[in-house]
C-alpha cells in the first residue's frame, strides 16, 4: 500500500511517529475525556468499545503522515509528496528557493526534530517538512542555500546589479565565512519592559477571559456600580496604587521573561548571501532570508524606547511570506543603526535629516487628532447624558483627550518626513511610535498620488510607492505635491518624467 | 502654477516644480450613462429602504422624514452629478513604458506603473457594463498596493489596449519584483 521510498526519496524522521501522535493526544485529550465521563455516567457495556477506538485513533492518525510523506532532493528541484487518498505533490526549483526557515518547539527539540519551511518568492506556497532530525535540517539548510547559490551563477548581495541576473555571471566565489552581524548582549534586556509588543498579547489574553467574565453571574450593572459606589467611598486612591503597582510589576516579569524566551541565544549572520537569524529558548527559530530579495529596513522607535535609546529593527522583502521580518531585538539604537546599514550597504539612509513636509501638513496632522478626540468626547457626554453621570467627569475627558490629541498630532508632524539617499527612498512616519522606512528606488514598482477634497485645496497630496517588499507599500503622507512628483522622478528616473507637463 | 513663457527672470532659485499632466485619453462617453444608471439603482434601493422604515417602523418621531429628505436630496445630487464630474476626471493612457490613470470625484487618485512590472492584466465587463458596450482593465503588478483600474472605457478600445499590454509584458523576463 505504501510505495517504498527508493529513488533517492526519503521519509520524515522516524522519531515523527512519537511527534504527532503526542500532539494528537494533547488536542483529543479534551474529547477524549469528557466523551469518557459522559460514557461511564450513562453506564452502558458500550464504554468499553469506544474508549479504545479513541485512543488508538489519534495514534493512527498521528501515524499517517509519516508513512505517506517523502522528499527527494533532485539536482534542480526539491520535490515533496504527501497524502493518502489525495496524493499531493510539490516541486520546486533550487534557484527559486528563497528561504530556508527552521523551526522546533519545545516538543521538537525533546525528540531531537526541527520543521524546516522552504519560501520559493511566491507568496503563500511554502514547502513544509515537519519533521526531519536536527542534523538533516541542517544539512538541507545548507544544502538548498549553497545551490541556489550555484545555481544563481551571478553574486548575489551586490545591490546594484541584483535585478539584472544575465549580466556579467561571475564565477561562484569560494564559500565565504560567515559574518556576524549581531549577536544578544543581555544588557538589552533593559528595553524589554518598554517594549509593548507583548503588551498586546497579554491585552488579548485579559481580553479573552473578559468574556468568560461577562458570563459569570456576578457581572451584572447593579454589582458594578454597588462595586463603584464602594470604591469610590473607601479605597479608590489605595486600591489604583496597589493596582498599579501590582501591574507594573507583573508587565516586568511578563515582559523580562518573554524577552528571554523569545531571544535567547539570538545571532544574526550574514552567509551564502542570505541574513540568518537564529534564536529561541524553549520554541527555536531559524530564519533565513535572501539578500538580493531584501529591499529595504525598517526601523521603528516606539515612543518608550525611544525615551530610553532603543530601537527594533525588521527588513523589507520580497518573496517572503510576510515580506517584514524583525532581525533584531529591541536593543540600543545605535545597534539597529548599525546592522541597518549593514542591510542596506549604504550609511546615509538611516541618519540622513528627512525633509519636513511643512505647516499645512502639521494642521492636517492636528486636525486629524482633534478630530478623533472630539468624536470620543461627544461619544462620552452621550454616556454621561444617558447613565446620568456628573458633567465634570466629561469636561475633565475632554481637557485631557484634547491635550493628549494635540501633543499626538504634535508628535506625529515631527515623524513625518521624507528624503531621496542615494538610491534609497526614505520615508518618516508613525504618530508615537517614530517609524523610519528606507526602500531601494529599484525595489519600487509604481506610484498613487491621491488627494482627498481637503488635500487639494492646500495642495497636499499622499504619495505611495508601491513595491512588491513587505507590507507592499511606502507612504509619505501630506507631501506638497509638486515635492512629492519631483521625489516621484528622481527615485524613478525615466517613469514619471514623460508625464510631466513641460 | 508655472509660467509657461513667462519672462526669463528668476523670480525663485531655480526649484522645478513639476506637475503632473493629464493622462491623454478620455474613458468612453457611454460611461456617463453607465454611471448614471447604477448610481440610480444603488440609491434607489438606499431612499426606498430609508422610505420603507419610515412608513413600517411604527411611531417614529415626525422629525426622521427630515433625514428621509436629506437622504433622498443627496441621492438626486449624487446621481445628477457624479457621472458629469467622474467623466471630467477619469483618463488614462499607456505609453511604451508605463500605464497613467487618474480618476475619482471629490478626491483624486493618480497612478503610474511601469510596463515591465505588470504581471497580470485584466478585463471585465458586468451585465450593465455590456448594455452600455462598455469594459474595464485592471493591470495587477506584484505589489497589493498598485492594481491599475482603467473603468469604462469602449469593449473595443478595451480590447486593443489588453491585446498590446499583454504582448509588451509577454516580451518581459524578470519576475518583476
Known amino acids: 500500500m505504501i510505495p517504498a521510498p527508493g529513488d533517492g526519496w526519503s521519509r520524515l524522521s522516524p522519531r515523527k511517529l512519537l511527534l504527532d501522535p503526542v500532539k494528537a493526544i494533547g488536542q483529543a485529550v479534551v474529547p477524549v475525556v469528557v466523551a469518557v465521563v459522559g460514557i461511564s455516567q450513562s453506564d452502558s457495556g458500550f464504554g468499553w468499545v469506544v474508549f479504545p477506538v479513541l485512543v488508538i485513533g489519534p495514534l493512527v492518525f498521528g501515524a499517517l503522515p509519516w508513512l505517506t510523506t517523502h522528499y527527494r532532493l533532485t539536482d534542480t528541484q526539491i520535490q515533496v509528496r504527501s497524502g493518502v487518498l489525495n496524493k499531493n505533490t510539490s516541486t520546486a526549483p533550487l534557484d527559486r528557493v528563497r528561504s530556508v526557515d527552521l523551526e522546533a518547539s519545545l516538543l521538537h527539540r525533546v525528540l531531537g526534530l526541527q520543521k524546516v519551511q522552504v519560501g520559493t518568492g511566491v507568496d503563500d506556497d511554502r514547502i513544509t517538512l515537519d519533521a526531519l532530525s536536527a542534523a538533516d535540517a541542517q544539512a538541507l539548510r545548507t544544502t538548498l542555500l549553497r545551490r541556489r547559490e550555484a545555481a544563481v551563477v551571478v553574486a548575489a548581495p551586490d545591490a546594484s546589479t541584483e535585478d539584472l541576473p544575465d549580466v556579467a555571471p561571475r564565477p561562484p566565489a569560494p564559500a565565504p565565512l560567515p559574518v556576524e552581524l549581531a549577536r544578544i548582549d543581555w544588557s538589552w534586556l533593559r528595553f524589554a519592559p518598554f517594549s509593548l509588543s507583548r503588551l498586546v498579547l497579554l491585552a488579548g489574553a485579559l481580553g479573552a477571559l473578559s468574556q468568560f467574565g461577562d458570563n459569570l453571574p456576578i457581572w451584572n450593572e447593579e454589582t458594578a456600580r454597588s462595586t463603584w459606589d464602594w470604591l469610590a467611598q473607601f479605597a479608590l486612591v489605595a486600591v489604583v496604587l496597589v493596582l498599579s503597582v501590582a501591574g507594573l ?147 475633565a475627558l475632554a481637557v485631557v483627550l484634547l491635550l493628549a490629541a494635540a501633543a499626538v498630532g504634535e508628535s506625529s508632524y515631527r515623524h513625518l518626513g521624507h528624503a531621496l539617499a542615494g538610491d534609497h527612498l526614505v520615508a518618516g512616519s508613525g504618530q508615537l511610535a517614530r517609524i523610519r522606512t528606507v526602500l531601494e528606488t529599484d525595489g519600487i514598482i509604481g506610484w498613487v498620488v491621491s488627494q482627498s477634497w481637503w488635500q487639494r485645496r492646500i495642495g497636499l497630496a499622499d504619495l505611495v510607492a508601491t513595491t512588491a517588499a513587505g507590507d507592499e507599500r511606502v507612504l509619505l503622507r501630506d507631501v506638497r505635491l509638486d515635492v512629492g512628483v519631483a521625489l516621484a522622478d528622481a527615485a524613478t528616473p525615466g517613469l514619471v518624467r514623460e508625464f510631466l507637463e513641460p | 502654477m508655472s509660467d509657461v513663457g513667462a519672462e526669463p527672470i528668476e523670480r525663485e532659485p531655480i526649484v522645478p516644480r513639476p506637475v503632473l499632466r493629464e493622462p491623454a485619453h478620455r474613458v468612453s462617453p457611454q460611461a456617463v450613462p453607465f454611471w448614471r444608471v447604477s448610481a440610480l439603482i444603488g440609491d434607489t434601493v438606499i431612499v426606498g429602504a430609508a422610505a420603507v422604515a419610515y412608513v413600517v417602523v411604527p411611531d417614529v418621531p415626525g422629525w426622521t422624514i427630515v433625514l428621509v429628505l436629506l437622504v433622498a436630496a443627496a441621492a438626486v445630487a449624487h446621481v445628477v452629478l457624479m457621472p458629469r464630474i467622474r467623466y471630467r476626471v477619469h483618463r488614462w493612457e499607456v505609453t511604451d513604458t508605463a500605464v497613467h490613470t487618474r480618476e475619482g470625484w471629490i478626491g483624486r487618485q493618480t497612478r503610474i506603473a511601469p510596463i515591465n512590472r505588470v504581471q497580470t492584466v485584466d478585463s471585465r465587463q458586468g451585465a450593465l457594463m455590456r448594455l452600455f458596450g462598455l469594459a474595464s482593465i485592471t493591470v495587477t503588478t506584484a505589489s497589493a498596493a498598485g492594481p491599475i483600474t482603467v473603468d469604462c472605457l469602449d469593449a473595443e478600445t478595451a480590447r486593443e489596449v489588453v491585446a498590446r499590454l499583454t504582448a509588451i509584458t509577454a516580451a518581459g523576463e524578470d519576475d518583476a519584483t
Open chain 1, 249 to 395: 510589576a507583573a508587565w516586568l516579569v511578563v515582559s523580562v521573561a518573554g524577552y528571554v524566551v523569545q531571544w535567547w541565544r539570538f545571532l544574526l549572520v550574514r552567509e551564502h548571501g542570505s541574513l540568518h537569524l537564529t534564536s529561541g529558548l524553549f520554541t527555536t527559530r531559524s530564519i533565513t532570508v535572501e539578500e538580493a530579495k531584501v529591499r529595504g529596513v525598517r526601523m521603528t522607535e516606539p515612543l518608550l524606547m525611544r525615551a530610553v535609546g532603543g530601537a527594533e529593527l525588521s527588513t523589507l522583502a520580497t518573496g517572503v511570506e510576510n515580506g517584514v521580518t524583525q532581525v533584531l531585538p529591541p536593543c540600543p539604537r545605535e545597534v539597529a543603526v548599525g546592522v541597518g546599514q549593514a542591510v542596506l550597504e549604504h550609511r546615509g539612509p538611516l541618519t540622513d535629516p528627512l525633509v519636513a513636509h511643512g505647516p499645512l501638513a502639521r494642521r492636517r496632522a492636528w486636525f486629524r487628532e482633534l478630530r478623533e478626540a472630539l468624536a470620543l468626547v461627544v461619544a462620552a457626554a452621550g454616556a454621561a447624558w444617558w447613565f446620568d453621570i456628573s458633567w465634570w467627569w466629561v469636561a
